[in-house]
């Protein structure tokens, strides 16, 4: 299996900047595509950004500009880098990751972090 592990959030004024990382371990044959997503209460979870093993981004309208997305394939670690963060980026951010497990064959698995709290508020 896999798991995802998420640091770096916390409480900040609006401007401020945060940047979030998600370390994965376990018996990882190979990750794929890995993202963050993000929920806040009384809204379903949407993605933030994505990136391919290869390095291709994607971005939600909301984060285009701010927030900047990359990984360490090495390490197996995404980070979010976010700026000028406003009150409404307050959520709770997941990092989410599609891999290959050592001796599970070719399938492809989905999984998610534990989530960590990001607060923008004054």
């Known amino acids: 299996q896999v798991q995802l592990v998420e640091s770096g959030g916390g409480s900040v004024q609006p401007g401020g900047s945060l940047r979030l990382s998600c370390a994965a371990s376990?018996?990882?044959?190979?990750?794929?595509?890995m993202g963050w997503y993000r929920q806040a209460p009384g809204k379903q979870r949407e993605l933030v950004a994505g990136?391919?093993?290869?390095?291709?981004?994607n971005y939600a309208d909301s984060a285009k500009g701010r927030f900047t997305i990359s990984r360490d394939n090495g390490k197996n670690t995404v980070y979010l880098q976010m700026n000028s963060l406003k009150p409404e980026d307050t959520a709770v951010y997941y990092c989410n990751a599609a891999a290959q497990v050592v001796d599970r064959g070719r399938e492809v698995y989905y999984y998610w972090g534990q989530g960590t709290q990001v607060t923008v508020s004054s």
């Open positions: 376990g018996s990882i044959y190979r990750i794929y595509t």
């Open positions: 990136i391919s093993s290869g390095g291709s981004t």
